[in-house]
Nanobody, 113 residues
Framework: VQLQASGGGLVQPGGSLRLSCAAP???????????KAWYRQAPGKQRELVAH???????IYADSVKGRFAISRDNSRKKIYLQMNSLKPEDTGVYCC?????WGQGTQVTVSS
């Protein structure tokens, strides 16, 4: 299943971005029933979990993004989102969505003045 991620870009510290990930080819019931997540990989670092939303809607965040990032889903459109506020240079990296053992292609987020 192909996942289509978008929304990355260059933003100044303190700015905001909203990432989207669409799963148009995924069966709707599968999309509804699986947990969904955003990961990121910064240059020279290992990939890390940023945010996770379970099928029940419960969310988990990395400590480094708590209070600044919010993961959400639109089951009817088979999309997930990552709202990122108060961005910091250390948030720079390639962000990927993950659903039902499928990875998105990644979208670059660069936070720099």
């Amino acid at each position: 299943v192909q996942l289509q991620a978008s929304g990355g870009g260059l933003v100044q510290p303190g700015g905001s971005l909203r990432l989207s990930c669409a799963a148009p080819g995924m069966i709707t019931s599968t999309f509804w029933g699986v947990a969904k997540a955003w990961y990121r990989q910064a240059p020279g670092k290992q990939r890390e979990l940023v945010a996770h939303i379970g099928s029940d809607g419960n969310t988990i965040y990395a400590d480094s993004v708590k209070g600044r990032f919010a993961i959400s889903r639109d089951n009817s459109r088979k999309k997930i989102y990552l709202q990122m506020n108060s961005l910091k240079p250390e948030d720079t990296g390639v962000y990927c969505c993950f659903l039902a053992d499928n990875w998105g292609q990644g979208t670059q987020v660069t936070v720099s003045s």
